[in-house]
């Protein structure tokens, strides 16, 4: 389905290989032992057309019916004393920017690399670290989904979620936000060039570039948060470390690293 791509794709390195494959537990976990078998090149992209055990942030799991989303995994290998604190808030970003640019859709990056649309999830970015110079970049995008899979998600979602005053907004679909299906090798292009820009920018580290892509497109900014277990008070952006800062009642602006963030139910 993608064996043309790597041959009109504009990148310098990610897609310049791609593997397909039809049916997998996770891309993140196949891509994981690719590296033992012998040389792959930085950049390499592994696609599957459905995951059986795909793999979230924080222990989730990542719902991945076949041919109704993009489940990719991109291997980057880059050279020794590159900083990569910055690449799942670059990936998302990178997201975000394609979907605005090239579909009209009106998509935010949910810190740290969710991206939304009209509030509801489409994309989910999942990094690992399986040696120090080799990483995984997984991401899932939620693109041509049927009546009965928005139903699935959406029941599941009343199941799992707490009442607890916190929004909890099932997750969407481009098709949903479209009113049609998307073609997954164009996609899939655009989605890959403009993660080549991000890891560029990384490798040259212009690590402006990647905050301003997140900074334009924030969801959130101004609203009541709580982040992680305790951290909890207004959604104030992110700093030059993409870490998010709360301000709290006491006037004062933390900066946060990591944890599940949580926007409260009012604004
Ligand atoms: C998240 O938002 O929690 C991250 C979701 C990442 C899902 C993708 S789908 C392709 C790759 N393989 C996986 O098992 N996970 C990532």
């Not at 799942?88 to 394609?98: D, F």
């Not at 199941?159 to 998307?182: C, E, F, M, Q, R």
Request: include cysteine; charge should be neutral; glycine fraction near 10%.
């Amino acid at each position: 389905m993608y064996e043309h791509l790597p041959e009109i794709l504009r990148t310098r390195c990610v897609g310049r290989v791609i593997r397909e494959l039809d049916s997998v537990d996770s891309t993140n976990t196949a891509a994981r032992l690719l590296p033992e078998e012998g040389s792959v090149p930085d950049g390499t992209v592994i696609i599957a057309r459905e995951q059986s055990a795909g793999r979230g942030r924080v222990g989730h799991g990542w719902h991945s019916p076949r041919d109704a989303g993009l489940y990719l995994s991109v291997i980057l290998r880059p050279p020794p004393g590159s900083s990569m604190e910055l690449s799942s808030l670059a990936v998302g970003a990178a997201a975000a920017q394609t979907l605005r640019r090239h579909y009209g859709l009106p998509a935010l990056i949910k810190w740290p690399n969710d991206v939304l649309i009209n509030g509801r999830k489409v994309c989910g970015v999942l990094v690992e670290r399986i040696k120090t110079d080799v990483y995984i970049l997984g991401v899932g995008l939620n693109t041509n989904w049927t009546s009965q899979i928005r139903d699935e998600m959406e029941s599941a979602m009343k199941k799992t979620a707490p009442d607890s005053g916190v929004l909890y907004i099932p997750p969407g679909a481009l098709s949903l936000a479209l009113g049609g299906n998307v073609d997954h090798a164009i996609l899939l292009g655009r989605l890959l060039e403009s993660i080549d820009v991000a890891y560029t920018a990384i490798l040259r580290k212009f690590y402006g570039f990647i905050l301003r892509r997140v900074q334009r497109n924030l969801f959130g900014v101004g609203r009541a948060v709580i982040i992680g277990q305790d951290t909890c008070g207004v959604f104030a952006g992110i700093n030059n470390d993409g870490h998010a800062l709360v301000r709290r009642e006491d006037g004062t602006v933390l900066p946060v690293q990591s944890g599940e963030v949580h926007f409260a139910d009012r604004d």
